[in-house]
């Protein structure tokens, strides 16, 4: 498989450790924790099985050179003297992401503007011609990292973000990133061990993610293509052996899953999504109003839900909203472990419960907190006893 080589996996805030274990438990080495990234190391074929693999990166990056910038001129002439012809062709198209912590740089898109003057002009003065720029399907997509005075370069494996599985083609009004669904899910500690239900599934990615790691299913089998793909060295045999090997992996479910919204519309669209993904079978749908539910079985319940914060999705009396789940859980939800995201803080006073746990997560800009309620049979007094 050829020698092994660093990679940085990129994740969101808080999802940090539990990638370094899921690359732990690939195979990887060298792992290194950073602020929402992990360093490793691992040859190709690693590489490809972490795109592949990974619930929790968004990204898995091959830096190939670092070097000092000082100025633009330094950062064009040394873009400009990498040998892009090992990594593409003249007729080619490219893509170039930028992200710059620097006093000197301040604009990312700038960057990303000189980077690619840099390569196009390298390709014209030697070739006589030059690759385009193709933002949605690049032969070649690129990350420039700039932090103060460094400039790393590095190919990106992945093209489109990670968290674009390929099932989710219906979407309702604030759906929750896929990769923040599944590392929610892992935080939780539920592995497919019991029943699990999400009693605000909108379109249905919480319920879909547990799906997929009830049954050991790799998150990104649904994906039309990777990064890699079109590199000149992909090993499409290669692939081919390290995908039969991970779905060689899928294991048995034994419980249920159920998702639930009162939109009709919703349920409509999260049945759809699931049967995208082939987890059409293990999940349960229902259109149902959760403040009128209570649990149907005396089975162990974990209960994961992303429910409105009153930001993209406005609700009349907000308070009175959270007051009302609590009450739900209180009420209706006995031996039952109950995870929940919110980004309104205030509005979580109300829920009128003590959680147990609290994880601070950010759902795409807003700063969040992940908690858990335990919901014990009879009274926490007569469950410590």
């Known amino acids: 498989m050829g020698k092994n080589f ?107 503007f000189k980077t690619k003057d840099a390569i196009v002009d390298r390709f014209r003065d030697r070739e006589g011609e030059r690759p385009n ?84 299913i790799p998150p990104n089998l649904n994906r039309d293509e990777f990064g890699f793909e079109t590199w000149p060295d992909f090993d499409v045999d290669l692939y081919e052996r390290i995908e039969d090997a991970a779905l060689n992996k899928v294991r048995d479910f034994h419980f249920k899953i159920y998702g639930f919204d009162k939109d009709p519309v919703a349920v409509k669209k999260a049945k759809e999504n699931a049967k995208n993904a082939n987890l059409q079978d293990f999940i349960d749908f229902e259109v149902k109003d959760f403040f009128e539910s209570e649990k149907e079985t005396g089975r162990q319940l974990y209960m994961i839900f992303n429910p409105p914060y009153d930001e993209r999705i406005s609700v009349a009396d907000i308070s009175k909203f959270y007051a009302d789940i609590g009450s739900t859980l209180k009420h209706g939800y006995a031996g039952t472990q109950a995870w929940m995201i919110t980004s309104n803080m205030e509005a979580l006073k109300h829920v009128g419960l003590r959680p147990s746990t609290r994880i601070k997560l950010y759902n795409g800009k807003l700063e969040s907190k992940f908690v858990r309620y335990e919901m014990y049979e009879g009274s926490k007094k007569e469950k410590k006893q």
């Open 6 to 112: 660093k990679m940085v996996a990129k994740t969101l805030y808080g999802l940090e450790e539990l990638l370094a274990q899921e690359l732990r438990q690939l195979g990887a080495s060298a792992i290194e924790t950073g602020t929402r990234n992990v360093s490793f190391e691992g040859d190709t074929g690693f590489m490809y099985k972490a795109n592949l693999c990974c619930r929790t990166a968004i990204k898995i990056l091959k830096p190939i050179t670092a070097f000092n910038v000082f100025s633009e001129e330094d950062l064009y002439k040394r873009v400009y003297d990498m040998p892009w012809e090992n990594y593409m062709s003249a007729n080619g198209s490219l893509a170039i992401d930028a992200t710059v912590y620097s006093e000197q740089f301040t604009h990312s898109q700038y960057v990303a």
């Open 133 to 216: 720029v193709d933002l949605d399907h690049p032969t070649l997509r690129i990350n420039i990292h700039i932090d103060r005075n460094i400039c790393t370069v590095s190919l990106d494996s992945s093209g489109h973000s990670l968290h674009k599985r390929g099932y989710k083609t219906e979407s309702t009004l604030a759906p929750i990133n896929e990769v923040l669904a599944a590392g929610m899910i892992m935080l939780s500690g539920w592995s497919g061990q019991c029943d699990l239900m999400d009693p605000m599934c909108g379109s249905g990615t919480i319920v879909t993610e547990a799906a997929m790691i009830a049954c050991n």
